[in-house]
């Protein structure tokens, strides 16, 4: 048996002795949860229970967990796949300035209608109109 539960109020975790509050699992969902952990999953106390839930669909307030509405949900989900992709604009946008910069110093056409500083300065435009999108 295992025991999961915090000591100080604070940092929860699992323990190989029994204390007071702790929620008494078995060895075997104790696996469980540490391979959905390592899904990306987290582990909480629900209603007197430890679940393995996504971050998205429940929140700490007020010292306790609570399940956030579909919408909620839906609207933290979205906040951070806007985080990323913002991330990962940011990384395009650098390489393409180190582009451009290469660009401006050796002038030459892409194709007999653009040169290459043209098309890497229309990406990047493109790119910062879909990141002042999502922001």
């Known amino acids: 048996m295992k025991y999961y539960g915090t000591r100080n ?3 929860y975790g699992f323990y190989e002795e029994n204390f007071e509050g702790a929620i008494e699992i078995t060895d075997e969902y104790w696996r469980e949860l540490l391979i ?3 899904k990306g999953k987290i582990i909480i106390p629900f209603e ?3 679940c393995a839930v996504n971050e998205t669909d429940f929140e700490f307030k ?3 967990w609570t399940r956030l509405s579909e919408n909620e949900s839906k609207s933290r989900q979205l906040t ?3 985080a990323v992709r913002s991330e990962e604009i940011m990384r395009e ?3 393409l300035d180190r582009k451009r910069v290469r660009a401006i110093a050796e002038p030459a056409l892409k194709d007999e209608n653009i040169t290459w ?3 890497y300065n229309s990406k990047i435009s493109e790119l910062r109109q879909e990141l002042a999108s999502i922001s």
């Open 48 to 50: 007197n229970n430890v």
């Open 117 to 119: 500083l043209e098309f």
């Open 93 to 95: 946008l650098d390489a």
């Open 9 to 11: 109020n604070k940092d």
């Open 62 to 64: 007020n010292g306790c």
């Open 36 to 38: 959905a952990q390592s």
């Open 80 to 82: 951070i796949q806007n």
